[in-house]
Nanobody, 121 residues
Framework: QVQLVESGGGLVQPGGSLRLSCAAS????????MGWYRQAPGKRRELVATITSGGSTRYADSVKDRFTVSRDNAKNTVYLQMNSLKPEDTAVYYC???????????????WGQGTQVTVSS
């Protein structure tokens, strides 16, 4: 019913930048919030940044002042601009959308397939 397609991951040197994108499509009525989570090998998935439809944002302390989350509501797309990347930012990054559907009542959480970000020299 809903697909989240991520793009923009890759290999970057410490101090470099990457921009992730995630586009949501399908039987979407309204998206309340979108965001990014990450999971490093052997660790639990953790919140990176989220943004509501009204533009309110929340960041993990570890990425504040380095990462910026933004959103294009018309395109159902969320972005994550990552600057000053560190090796500890290496992880699979997952997009998440908190939304309602056109065909089924209720509120649902959907995940993308994940995109690898590797920070290494």
């Amino acid at each position: 019913q809903v697909q989240l397609v991520e793009s923009g991951g890759g290999l970057v040197q410490p101090g470099g930048s990457l921009r992730l994108s995630c586009a949501a499509s399908g039987s979407i009525f309204s998206i309340y919030a979108m965001g990014w989570y990450r999971q490093a090998p052997g660790k639990r998935r953790e919140l990176v940044a989220t943004i509501t439809s009204g533009g309110s944002t929340r960041y993990a302390d570890s990425v504040k002042d380095r990462f910026t989350v933004s959103r294009d509501n018309a395109k159902n797309t969320v972005y994550l601009q990552m600057n000053s990347l560190k090796p500890e930012d290496t992880a699979v990054y997952y997009c998440n959308a908190d939304l309602s559907l056109t065909v089924t009542p209720g509120r649902y959480s959907y995940w993308g397939q994940g995109t690898q970000v590797t920070v290494s020299s």
